[in-house]
Structure formats: C-alpha cells, structure tokens
C-alpha cells in the first residue's frame, strides 16, 4: 500500500520575494509538488524551488475563464499526496486571510492526510509598510479590521453605519472595482473628514502605486479610475501619515508584476 505524503500550506508574502519566510524557503526546497496562486512572485520559484520539483500553477483571477475552481486546488492536493508526494500549496501572501485556507484543509482531513501550516505576511502588512501607513498609531487608531467587499459579500447598512463611525483603520482586500460603492456608502454614514483612503496598487513590488485621497473628494481625484491588480485599499486616519512618511518609490506604469492567469497555464519552470 501506498504510504501517503503530507501537505505543506504556506504565505510566500504579499510580492517582495525578500517578504517570505525562512521555512517556507525550507518547505520549497523540500517539496516534490508545489501548487502555486497567481500572487507568487516567480522569482521565488527560481530562487528556492527544487529544480527536480514539480509546478503545478493554480491561480485564480476575476472574470478569467482560466481561473482554477477551488474544487479542483482539492482535488489536486490529496491526488499527489495519496501518491506519497511531498505536496507545497504556495499562496500569496498569508493562508489564512481571504485565502480559501478552509476549503482545503476540509479535504486533507476527510482524507486523513498529514499537513502543516506556515505563516506569510499578509497583504495589509505589506502594503501599509512599504507606503509609510501605520495601521494603528497613537491618535489615529488603536485597531484594524479587514474586510473584502467582493460580490458575494453581504453587509449591512448597520455594519456600514458602524464602519464609518469606528476609530478603527479599515483595510478592504479585493474591493478596489467596487471602490466608489464603498465610499459611498462609508459618505452617507458620515465618516469623518479627516478620514483618507489609500489605494495600493501591486503592493511591495517594484510597480507599486499607492494614490490617496479624501473620501468626499473621491469623485473627483480618483473617480472612475481601474486599478491595475491586485490593489489594496486602506481608510482612516492613519493613510494622512501617507505624505510624510512614505519611502519607497511610486511607479506609475500599468505593466502587471504578477502574469494572469492564462500565461501562467502550461507554464513550466526551466
């Protein structure tokens, strides 16, 4: 009988191939199989991976016919591990935030499958630092919360009413196309006017974009704008620490850091 592999799921960072860990880099080096999103700097892959491991990409990417559905990332985890395979499921940024983490977990445990899970800095994090933003300081906010409003998310307008009244710095992942939904609704709230947003764009990368604005000027600043993928966006008090103390250089291109989807199917690692 075939003994069975074991599942390393791990954050390889928000972008900076210099953001990842120092066991993740060990599980790369280790693994036979690694299953890799979208957001995974491939200079990662280059660096640490085993050139005798297998790439096996499986990102996921809105309005792409190419994405790879959830149940298929399953599927694919305990097929290699019930071939004994030393299995890596590499995600972007960290597993547990917004990451489909559970679904796969369910899975290694319906097949009693050994698995190990590794950390990574997570989006917010990332983003925030590298544009100078605290997300919480003295005076501004003693809290965070991240939040997604994506198109399946429901929330309700006493949540939103909540939101635009807390002290606490508010960070939405996968919400930059519904951007001007949100303003709208933290607006009509009455969020304070000394409350900004930040939108980061390929965050740590070497295209990082960040663009800041007031709320009730966000019409006519950044209104109708698309923002190159993936963005993330920051609101509170804190984005105004934005201008003094950001440090690292804004890159205005639209060139994509990380490819989409459908260059990345079939795409194999010299």
């Given amino acids: ?60 990417q809105c309005r792409s016919h190419n994405t790879t559905p959830q149940a298929t990332i399953n599927e694919l985890l305990v097929e290699y591990a019930l071939l004994g395979k030393k299995v890596l499921r590499l995600k972007g940024g960290d597993v547990s935030i917004f990451s489909n983490v ?17 950390p990574g800095i997570t989006a917010a994090l990332g983003a925030a630092a590298y544009a100078g933003i605290p997300l919480t300081a003295r005076q501004h906010a003693t809290a965070v ?8 998310s429901k929330l309700t307008e006493e949540y939103w009413q ?26 009509r709230h009455g969020i304070s006017e000394e409350k900004q ?22 019409e006519q600043k950044l209104g109708g704008k698309s923002f190159v993928s993936p963005s993330l966006v920051i609101i509170g008090k804190v984005v105004n620490l934005h201008q003094e103390f950001k440090w690292f250089t804004n890159n205005p291109s639209r060139e994509h850091y990380f490819k989409p989807v459908s260059e990345q199917v079939g795409l194999v690692l010299q």
């Fill in 1 to 60: 009988m075939q003994k069975k592999g074991n599942v390393i799921i791990a954050g390889a960072g928000p972008g900076d191939p210099e953001l990842i860990t120092v066991k993740t880099v060990k599980a790369l080096r280790q693994a036979e199989v690694i299953l890799v999103d979208r957001l995974v700097s491939e200079e990662i892959l280059h660096l640490y991976a085993s050139p005798s491991a297998e790439i096996v990409y499986v990102g996921k």
């Fill in 102 to 118: 559970l679904d796969e977990l369910q899975s290694l445990v319906v097949h009693e499958i050994e698995y190990e899970i590794i």
């Fill in 145 to 152: 919360r991240f939040l997604t409003y994506y198109t399946y």
């Fill in 162 to 187: 909540e939101l635009a009244q807390t002290e606490d710095t508010l960070v939405f992942y996968m919400s930059s196309e519904r951007l001007a939904e949100v303003v709208e609704k933290l607006t």
């Fill in 197 to 218: 947003l930040a939108v980061v764009e390929q965050a740590t990368t070497p295209l990082q974009h960040v663009q800041t604005s007031s709320l009730y000027a966000y």
